[in-house]
């Protein structure tokens, strides 16, 4: 009977290894192993995504950079040799937790003070860590020959315990662990995983007499362990510390959500607030009313008829602020799929003032099947008219029904959706991401099309015409050749430059569509909108509108995403 080095195999009755204990024990490491080192990858990615933007690109290439380099290892490790074949494996979980655990965390530091380097650190954690998780397969595999008979059944107990415990973790990742902790503590959770995998590996086969220089082992496995626990205990403080390292401003309010990342900055000598979402200014408070007006009061001012509105995207209050100036608004749907933005935008005391409380009375519904319907019962919001009762109560006006759906946009707007609306406003971020190039689509805008009565309208946030001109005029086109008529307008935010927009009727030629808005009037409480303004916005200097490209975007061709990426943001 062969032997492998530092091993010694089961020996009747007397041995200390139990016939099928090892195998069991081993299975269950691959089960955690596999499953850990997974959401290590994810971790990767989606810091990656959130310092660099474009969450495709991102996942694409940790991942595959992390295949290439566990495939690396499992040839590599053939020179390993199996003396000590047990200890090895130890020190590689010890040394995957260390990595893991504080990845994350070097990561934003490195974005934050030696950004030019910043790649060198990511790709270094990611070809680490990859590497090391290319190890642990080989080396169990190795361990476990001798306690179980047969190549085949060893590769189906170690395998498949691998890719179920994979399985496993990335439900718990979705459903779990993104919903209840940051990215800088779910990595030392899973540093914890692997830590526990080593420790109970060590206990059990030292135990048996089959690890040497225990007292060693043990030392540093308690140093790791006190490592990650001091780690996961103070994380946060490291991560808004180097957070702040990547604003200019102070933060005030600093939130992870399932689908992104919400930092709120404060300037007090300007007495300005502003929103980043995954790193990007979403608006700020000087001038987010300047957007907002042009975003919503055109729209509104075209349609006669605003009962039913619906909002896609708006999760920050802000464009329902706005329609609530209309008294003849007698229902407002939101669909926003983050459920962490709208209660940001409801609960925050900055964000109340700025939206003006538009999302304190709404309805949130969780699907998209409730509240779509006939029948549906709105809770209606009020506000107060400045007149009180004899008692001293302020008394109130009711505005509107606001319903906030915290689901798919693409979902809340298909064949389900038995309603019309007579104004349809897009207020989406930029299509920096595939699961937003999908909402800049020929497809969605049909279903917008589908949605709008006769005699309504919809308006599309849609970039920079100045900064990013293709991508702008892809989104025109693409509503275009959905059944539209449009009507582009551009106004400068000084927050961001130049900023556009997208109307479009399904009968009104862009003319009369401009002319309508012209004959107006808007509400009296705007702070810069007015009719002179808008006109001037539906004038575009020379070739500003011209372009070699006539393609549109769709689910399979999202051309969009490419404009925007690549071509975006690029003057010459």
Same mark, same amino acid.
């Given at each position: 009977?062969?032997?492998?080095?530092?091993?010694?195999?089961?020996?009747?009755?007397?041995?200390?290894?139990?016939?099928?204990?090892?195998?069991?024990?081993?299975?269950?490491?691959?089960?955690?192993?596999?499953?850990?080192?997974?959401?290590?990858?994810?971790?990767? +990615?989606?810091?990656?995504?959130?310092?660099?933007?474009?969450?495709?690109?991102?996942?694409?290439?940790?991942?595959?950079?992390?295949?290439?380099?566990?495939?690396?290892?499992?040839?590599?490790?053939?020179?390993?040799?199996? *003396?000590?074949?047990? @200890?090895?494996?130890?020190?590689?979980?010890?040394?995957?937790?260390?990595?893991?655990?504080?990845?994350?965390?070097?990561? %934003?530091?490195? %974005?934050?003070?030696?950004?030019?380097?910043?790649?060198?650190?990511?790709?270094?954690?990611?070809?680490?860590?990859?590497?090391?998780?290319?190890?642990?397969?080989?080396?169990?595999?190795?361990?476990?020959?001798?306690?179980?008979?047969?190549?085949?059944?060893?590769?189906?107990?170690?395998?498949?315990?691998?890719?179920?415990?994979?399985?496993?973790?990335?439900?718990?990742?979705?459903?779990?662990?993104?919903? =209840?902790?940051?990215?800088?503590?779910? +990595?030392?959770?899973?540093?914890?995983?692997?830590?526990?995998?080593?420790?109970?590996?060590?206990?059990?086969?030292?135990?048996?007499?089959?690890? *040497?220089?225990?007292?060693?082992?043990?030392?540093?496995?308690?140093?790791?362990?006190? $490592?990650?626990?001091?780690?996961?205990?103070?994380?946060?403080?490291?991560?808004?510390?180097?957070?702040?390292?990547?604003?200019?401003?102070?933060?005030? !309010?600093?939130?992870?959500? =399932? !689908?992104?990342?919400?930092?709120?900055?404060?300037? =007090?000598?300007?007495?300005? !607030?502003? $929103?980043?979402?995954?790193?990007? *200014?979403?608006?700020?408070?000087?001038?987010?009313?300047?957007?907002?007006?042009?975003?919503?009061?055109?729209?509104?001012?075209?349609?006669?008829?605003?009962?039913?509105?619906?909002?896609?995207?708006?999760?920050?209050?802000?464009?329902?602020?706005?329609?609530?100036?209309?008294?003849?608004? @007698?229902?407002?749907?939101?669909?926003?799929?983050?459920?962490?933005?709208?209660?940001?935008?409801? @609960?925050?005391?900055?964000?109340?003032?700025?939206?003006?409380?538009?999302?304190?009375?709404?309805?949130?519904?969780?699907?998209?099947?409730?509240? /779509?319907?006939?029948?549906?019962?709105?809770?209606? /919001?009020?506000?107060?008219?400045?007149?009180?009762?004899?008692?001293?109560?302020?008394? /109130?006006?009711?505005?509107?029904?606001?319903?906030?759906?915290?689901?798919?946009?693409?979902?809340?707007?298909?064949?389900?959706?038995?309603?019309?609306?007579?104004?349809?406003?897009?207020?989406?971020?930029?299509?920096?991401?595939?699961?937003?190039? *999908?909402?800049?689509?020929?497809?969605?805008?049909?279903?917008?099309?589908?949605?709008?009565?006769?005699?309504?309208?919809?308006?599309?946030?849609?970039?920079?015409?100045?900064?990013?001109?293709?991508?702008?005029?892809?989104?025109?086109?693409?509503?275009?050749?959905?059944?539209?008529?449009?009507?582009? !307008?551009? /106004?400068?935010?000084?927050?961001?430059?130049?900023?556009?927009?997208?109307?479009?009727?399904?009968?009104?030629?862009?003319?009369?569509? =401009? @002319?309508?808005?012209?004959?107006?009037?808007?509400?009296?409480?705007?702070?810069?909108?007015?009719?002179?303004?808008?006109?001037? +916005?539906?004038?575009?200097?020379?070739?500003?509108?011209?372009?070699?490209?006539?393609?549109?975007?769709?689910?399979?061709?999202?051309?969009?995403?490419?404009?925007?990426?690549?071509?975006?943001?690029?003057?010459?």
């Amino acid at each position: 009977m062969s032997t492998v080095e530092g091993v010694v195999p089961m020996v009747g009755k007397d041995s200390r290894i139990k016939k099928h204990t090892p195998s069991i024990l081993l299975g269950a490491t691959m089960f955690f192993t596999g499953g850990a080192g997974l959401v290590a990858e994810y971790i990767l +990615s989606t810091v990656s995504t959130y310092v660099l933007g474009n969450s495709i690109e991102q996942f694409s290439v940790v991942i595959a950079l992390s295949l290439l380099m566990m495939g690396v290892a499992s040839l590599l490790q053939k020179f390993i040799s199996d *003396k000590n074949i047990i @200890e090895k494996f130890i020190g590689a979980e010890i040394l995957l937790a260390l990595l893991i655990g504080f990845s994350p965390i070097a990561m %934003y530091a490195a %974005y934050g003070t030696v950004k030019d380097h910043f790649a060198l650190i990511q790709y270094s954690f990611i070809v680490s860590i990859g590497f090391i998780i290319g190890l642990e397969i080989p080396l169990v595999m190795r361990i476990n020959e001798k306690y179980i008979k047969g190549l085949s059944t060893n590769i189906a107990s170690t395998l498949s315990l691998d890719y179920v415990g994979s399985f496993v973790f990335a439900l718990l990742w979705v459903f779990f662990l993104l919903r =209840k902790f940051p990215l800088t503590e779910i +990595s030392f959770i899973m540093a914890f995983v692997n830590l526990l995998v080593a420790s109970v590996t060590f206990c059990y086969f030292a135990k048996a007499g089959l690890v *040497k220089k225990w007292t060693r082992i043990l030392v540093v496995i308690t140093a790791t362990f006190c $490592l990650i626990i001091f780690g996961f205990v103070s994380n946060r403080g490291w991560a808004m510390e180097l957070q702040q390292k990547l604003y200019d401003d102070p933060i005030v !309010y600093s939130e992870t959500t =399932k !689908y992104q990342q919400l930092v709120m900055t404060e300037s =007090k000598s300007l007495g300005e !607030y502003s $929103l980043f979402i995954n790193g990007n *200014k979403q608006f700020s408070s000087l001038d987010e009313h300047i957007y907002h007006e042009m975003l919503v009061h055109p729209v509104m001012t075209l349609v006669p008829d605003h009962s039913q509105v619906l909002v896609v995207g708006g999760g920050d209050g802000l464009a329902v602020r706005e329609l609530l100036k209309y008294p003849d608004v @007698e229902n407002v749907d939101l669909v926003d799929i983050d459920p962490g933005m709208i209660r940001f935008s409801t @609960e925050n005391p900055i964000m109340s003032q700025l939206n003006k409380g538009s999302f304190k009375d709404a309805r949130v519904h969780a699907s998209a099947s409730e509240g /779509v319907k006939p029948g549906t019962l709105n809770r209606p /919001v009020f506000k107060g008219n400045d007149q009180f009762n004899d008692k001293g109560r302020e008394m /109130v006006d009711q505005v509107a029904s606001v319903n906030i759906f915290t689901v798919d946009a693409d979902l809340f707007v298909g064949p389900e959706n038995g309603k019309r609306y007579n104004v349809i406003i897009v207020d989406l971020p930029d299509p920096e991401s595939v699961e937003l190039s *999908k909402l800049y689509s020929q497809e969605f805008y049909r279903k917008l099309n589908r949605l709008l009565s006769d005699t309504g309208a919809i308006v599309v946030q849609s970039t920079s015409p100045y900064h990013a001109k293709e991508a702008y005029l892809t989104i025109n086109r693409t509503i275009d050749a959905s059944g539209f008529s449009t009507l582009p !307008y551009h /106004v400068n935010v000084p927050s961001f430059g130049d900023w556009g927009w997208v109307m479009a009727t399904k009968k009104t030629t862009s003319v009369d569509m =401009k @002319e309508e808005i012209a004959a107006g009037s808007f509400p009296s409480d705007t702070q810069y909108i007015t009719q002179d303004v808008f006109l001037g +916005s539906t004038v575009f200097g020379k070739g500003w509108l011209d372009s070699e490209n006539t393609d549109i975007s769709t689910l399979m061709n999202p051309v969009i995403l490419d404009r925007y990426v690549h071509d975006g943001w690029k003057v010459d």
